[in-house]
């Protein structure tokens, strides 16, 4: 059974930083491609950085270039998002997912329909 639990969220103020895990089990980190997501209130979902299962090439969104990276530890089961100078509009549930389909970091990112997620981590930017 496929299960990703992220956690790490909270409440931080405007240039802070925070990390966000998602532990996962029921696959292989070696076989599935696996991203962060998030949801603002009244806006959609987008996809905030992936990472392929292949070559661990990455992707990541351009509102967050260059506060975020997205890394795998195979040993822990359980990737990670290092956000730094978190902005206010970056508050958001931040969701952990990922699709059997062999997709690249990119693809998944941008996939409307994705098999499996976690139940989400609130982060809340403000001063």
């Known amino acids: 059974q496929v299960q990703l639990v992220e956690s790490g969220g909270g409440l931080v103020q405007p240039g802070e930083s925070l990390r966000l895990s998602c532990a996962v089990s029921?696959?292989?980190?070696?076989?599935?491609?696996i991203g962060w997501f998030r949801q603002a209130p009244g806006k959609e979902r987008e996809g905030v950085s992936c990472?392929?299962?292949?070559?661990?090439?990455?992707y990541i969104e351009d509102s967050v270039k260059g506060r975020v990276t997205i890394s795998r530890d195979h040993s822990k089961d359980t990737v990670y998002l290092q956000m730094t100078n978190l902005k206010p509009e970056d508050t958001a549930v931040y969701y952990c997912?990922?699709?059997?389909?062999?997709?690249?970091?990119?693809?998944?990112?941008?996939?409307?329909?994705?098999?499996?997620w976690g139940e989400g981590t609130l982060v809340t930017v403000s001063s």
């Open positions: 990472i392929s299962s292949s070559d661990g090439s990455t």
């Open positions: 997912a990922t699709d059997p389909l062999g997709l690249t970091a990119d693809r998944l990112c941008k996939l409307s329909d994705i098999d499996y």
């Open positions: 029921g696959f292989s980190l070696d076989h599935w491609a």
